[in-house]
């Protein structure tokens, strides 16, 4: 994601959530998150067809 959107992105998600200070963020097990040092692995969602 260009630097841009990335710094855009809480002024626009604020406006839709009752708990700002709160953030979750979800890395697909795939190629995303490879050479990011990213704890380990934490709750999981389901989504059909994805791992």
């Known amino acids: 994601m260009p630097e841009g959107q ?3 992105l ?15 963020f979800g890395f697909w097990e795939g190629h995303a998150g490879h050479g990011m040092n990213l704890p ?5 969602v ?3 067809s994805r791992a």
Request: charged share 15%; aromatic share 8%.
């Open 6 to 8: 990335f710094a855009a």
């Open 10 to 24: 809480p002024d626009v998600l604020v406006q839709h959530t009752t708990t700002p200070d709160d953030c979750w």
């Open 40 to 44: 380990h692995p934490g709750p999981r």
């Open 46 to 48: 389901h989504i059909p």
